[in-house]
């Protein structure tokens, strides 16, 4: 009785084990930074094919005519030829092709395989279609956006040596708080945002030139990067000032911090990779959540001494 009431306990631990990224906050199995694209096409699930049912002899008689054979195959033909002149990547070409021929041969086999022929076809043209529409996007907003991430690289770099000129900089000193450095939040704050226009870029030239998925849908992410930046790495100094990450020195007894360089590396990294701050912000609403969930259930166990009864069942 014994070794099945400890049997049940030890599966009913395995069952709780909480994924990865589910786990507590700050624990070594659940890293800050994690593997995660910048920007671009989502990666979809594709449902799985449905089986193969057998088709009516008299209905793919009717339906499947020499005319719709004779179409589907000159699809393939002009499909074919659109791969050959407009698509320039190496390994997506090759792949396109093989799935056209793969519909030639289904094609070829009976006229039954009419359904699994078009699949394939309709793929390949969505992706070349895709192609030339990206092609058309990069020169039209991707030229633009590029502009644009220049300007603000300039108008950072700008508001930078502006801050930190003595006129400027002796102000800022005169109207800090004494917990706050106004001159080193207003530093995180452009460092952020430097690294917000360097993330755009980036995205811009892995979805452009090397990966050649450019989507327009996004045009909008490109514009906001830098400005959330600007305002994360403000935010990464207020939250090294108060002690939830202890990457330097920090605020102690309302001393400021003193390793600044180290401050404005995050703040660059935070603007760059704005999903290091965004999981930040989500461990640290873990920690609340965790300790108020675990107020709450000691409170029921308290309230309720019908638990204790059934533990003690359970162990006997």
């Given at each position: 009785?014994t070794e099945f009431v400890n049997q049940e306990e030890a599966e009913s631990k ?138 603000c690289i300039v108008s950072v770099i700008t508001l930078f040596l502006w801050l930190n000129q ?151």
């Amino acid at each position: 009785m014994t070794e099945f009431v400890n049997q049940e306990e030890a599966e009913s631990k395995f069952e709780t084990v909480l994924p990865e990224e589910q786990d507590h906050p700050m624990r070594a199995s659940a890293p800050i930074i994690i593997d995660e694209t910048l920007v671009g096409l989502p990666e979809l699930e594709l449902p799985l094919p449905t089986v193969n049912l057998p088709s009516e002899e008299n209905l793919v008689d009717l339906f499947i005519t020499t005319q719709v054979l004779e179409q589907i195959w000159q699809r393939i033909t002009n499909t074919q030829r659109m791969v050959i002149e407009q698509i320039n990547h190496g390994l997506n070409a090759q792949a396109m092709l093989e799935n056209l021929e793969e519909a030639r041969r289904l094609i070829m086999t009976s006229k039954e395989n009419y359904e699994e022929a078009d699949h394939l076809i309709s793929n390949v043209e969505y992706r070349v279609n895709f192609m030339v529409r990206m092609k058309a996007a990069s020169k039209k907003i991707g030229i633009p956006l590029f502009v644009y991430e220049l300007l603000c690289i300039v108008s950072v770099i700008t508001l930078f040596l502006w801050l930190n000129q003595g006129t400027t900089s002796a102000y800022l000193s005169s109207i800090s708080l004494p917990a706050i450095d106004i001159i080193k939040l207003v530093n995180s704050m452009v460092w952020g945002g430097l690294g917000g226009v360097v993330g755009a870029i980036y995205a811009l030239w892995k979805h452009i030139a090397k990966d050649q998925d450019f989507d327009p849908q996004f045009a909008l992410w490109y514009i906001t990067n830098p400005l959330l930046g600007i305002f994360l790495g403000g935010f990464i100094y207020l939250l090294i000032q108060a002690g939830f990450l202890s990457l330097t020195a920090g605020a102690f007894q309302g001393e400021t911090i003193q390793s600044a360089a180290v401050i404005y590396v995050f703040a660059w990294i935070s603007g760059f990779k704005q999903n290091v701050v965004y999981d930040i912000v989500r461990r640290l609403l873990d920690v609340f959540r965790v300790e108020s969930n675990s107020s709450t259930t000691s409170e029921e166990n308290t309230q309720d001494p019908s638990n204790n009864n059934q533990t003690d069942r359970q162990q006997l």
